[in-house]
């Protein structure tokens, strides 16, 4: 792509109204525009930061074997009277009348929905396990929609769902989240740790939060510190050693303020491992048995028994997870943003010193870009007559990991090579694609 | 993928409130459930076929320079009252009270957001052409939703919008959506012809539908069969070979029954060449020139000079075009679905006849179906006990192009094979891969 082509609407300053660094740095490098309150269209960079984040949550999801659906964004309220929400979501629940006078609504999560299709589809526990997924729009109707996309109305989610004939069973089914959310937010590049965790609205007794550290974070955490050298690579996807996983989460304390004991705190974790801390929420996992299932009657045949199943729900912010990292990784006093390879929004940026009457360092970068995208990098390179160091200073804002940089002492063999936030090197174009490329595979 | 862990809630009947064969074969194989009037989940069989579908239109817009963002499903009535629209649109738009009592209503199309979108980011018209596009759900609270997903109230559709300086650049971008939209049906196996149409609510003089045969089809047709012979397939991308193109197309009389004048039907189309048939709409590509930038103030800078920007827009109905390949595809009277391979769920089934006591051919057929993963190819293995003359009833439905089948004579070097609405034929796997990948990568 070629900047001056693009659709990429920068910003001078950072917008006043934006009060934490995500939300700047979006608004800045034109990712997203909010269209109203609480409410934004993502713009080409932003949009493929996310498209990158959703399709690893879905490859992971798919990993554990989650099935993918879709369900629609407007329900029936029939459903939710059946399960008792109706009344009890409140006013962040976007109600809604079609012309014929039906109440509606905007889902804001689906245990509803997707218990009355297990239900009319599912009947004996020989097909049990299910476990279904969808990426879907939600809103919930905040009456103080602020911070950018971490807390909107309208929002991208992935929410999962499981079925289950037992307790049993139905906690292998959790721990299968439980890894694959560790795996999700590693390909990422987060540290994201599992914490016992409230379960609110949704119910049950059993839940994890999956919290990034930041300072900007919502949550306060305290936590055990090393919980951070637990050592998830080497899980299996089965029974035994899925708790064996959780069991070594689980023996260092760590949970959030909701849940927050001083006693418990001081008593289980060694001064010198006690951390507290802010973090902000990237996963929830719960599991609530036959909650949804009982008074939805959603049971199967059990040698002849009915038995209703017992459920659990599992989400991802994925619009969210898009400021989420880039509260854990921009560097706002420095002005420097790095995107994880993973979800950058391209491998690479060319970067050509451009005079008004010279057009020889365009043509070799133009070479460069056409080698690259040869390679199936995916590669932006700014075509524009801006001086250098307004090009540098703009691709630091923008965060793809690397840059080459094109200028008057141009050599084949040692092209200027710079991972952003490092000290550029000089190589050339063989070495510069083995380094993006094996960064990508790994 | 095995089918007895697979969620695909196939029903034994065609379902009785279903009048057309799409809306009949998707309840039918579970790919759709309704969840309320014109409303739909999408399971996983109907799922993997829609982001198919997708993911050809997301190709072919890239392919043509038009760059990917996302506008929300919700939408401020503002812009709306901007345009004139806002009283216009009438019933079918659903409109919403947040809880602050501001007017939201849910999109039924887009003009009016990628208009202030493109006012407050573009500023001159050296950065035009802008082609901008997107694939969201969109509502229309149609009083009666009928015929499953094709006509129904939410939908998923790719709607794209073209900026230009002038006419004549604006002609341009639309001749790009033509051409992008004659390869899009063409990977999906339709032959689509694009027809002067009515441009209805959206406004503007010039407009096409792309319009595919169907008996079952809402949309009564008159055209020259000779339309149907006119090759693209040597178009390039650049103004006069693309405006040659649709020359070729227009020499020959093709309209909708909106546009049909019986006189020039019958002077303009040779006795022998008149057709006059029944279709679906599967896309409708619009040029408006500044209706919607005028009274929005959408202008750029031109020479010191403020010029309103030229647009056209251009929408493909994803959900719709699952509906609209079954019409075209299936054959009802035998029940036989054939999904072109581009967009069928799976590439190739396996049906093994499993008796009692007996899972030997089970074990025969895992092992093909390691072999075929291992090519990269996507295969649904039916592992129940059902008899095989089931088994393949119920596949010729699912309307996988590929069936491998495993009995009592099973032979390594003589694996029956079979394409649906072929005959059989006996081949080993070496060959049967071979068939496939080629296929598949037409």
Chains 1, 2 share one sequence.
Request: include cysteine; charge should be positive.
């Amino acid at each position: 792509m070629f900047f001056s082509k693009s659709f990429i609407p920068i910003l001078k300053n950072n917008p006043t109204e934006a009060k934490i660094k995500s939300h700047q740095l979006m608004l800045r490098t034109g990712m997203i525009k909010q269209s109203s309150a609480g409410i934004y269209s993502w713009l080409p960079l932003g949009f493929k930061v996310m498209k990158k984040i959703e399709q690893i949550v879905r490859e992971e999801q798919n990993r554990v074997g989650v099935q993918e659906i879709l369900m629609p964004t407007i329900q029936s309220s029939e459903i939710w009277k059946e399960s008792g929400r109706y009344d009890d979501y409140g006013e962040e629940m976007l109600r809604i009348k079609d012309r014929q006078n039906r109440e509606m609504l905007y889902g804001p999560t689906n245990e509803e929905l997707v218990t009355e299709i297990f239900r009319s589809s599912i009947k004996s526990y020989k097909s049990l396990p299910q476990l279904l997924y969808h990426i879907q729009w939600k809103f919930r109707d905040e009456l103080r929609p602020r911070f950018g996309i971490m807390r909107c109305r309208e929002f991208y989610m992935k929410d999962a769902y499981s079925f289950d004939i037992s307790d049993e069973e139905a906690i292998y089914s959790y721990n299968k989240f439980f890894i694959s959310y560790l795996n999700t937010f590693k390909r990422m590049e987060l540290s994201a740790i599992p914490m016992a965790a409230d379960t609110g609205p949704i119910g049950g007794n059993l839940s994890h939060e999956f919290i990034i550290l930041a300072d900007t974070g919502e949550s306060k955490i305290f936590t055990d510190k090393r919980i951070f050298e637990v050592d998830s690579s080497n899980t299996l996807l089965e029974k035994n050693s899925l708790s064996k996983l959780r069991e070594n989460y689980e023996k260092y304390y760590s949970v959030t303020d909701e849940k927050f004991n001083n006693n418990e705190f001081e008593k289980n974790v060694p001064k010198d491992y006690r951390l507290q801390t802010k973090g902000i929420e990237v996963g929830h996992i719960f599991y609530f048995g036959d909650k949804y299932s009982k008074p939805m009657k959603a049971s199967v045949d059990y040698n002849g028994k009915k038995e209703f199943v017992k459920m659990g729900s599992y989400g991802i912010g994925v619009s969210r997870l898009v400021g989420a990292i880039i509260e854990a990784k921009y560097d706002d006093k420095n002005e420097i943003m790095k995107w994880p390879i993973s979800v950058s929004p391209y491998d690479c940026c060319i970067l050509p010193i451009i005079s008004k009457n010279d057009n020889s360092n365009l043509d070799k970068a133009i070479n460069i870009y056409k080698n690259l995208k040869k390679l199936d990098l995916d590669v932006l390179i700014d075509d524009t007559d801006e001086n250098i160091s307004s090009k540098i200073k703009k691709f630091n804002l923008l965060g793809i990991p690397y840059q080459i940089i094109i200028g008057k002492n141009f050599n084949e063999q040692k092209i200027e090579f710079k991972e952003v936030d490092k000290q550029p090197i000089f190589i050339p174009l063989e070495e510069i694609t083995k380094i993006i490329k094996s960064k990508k595979s790994n």
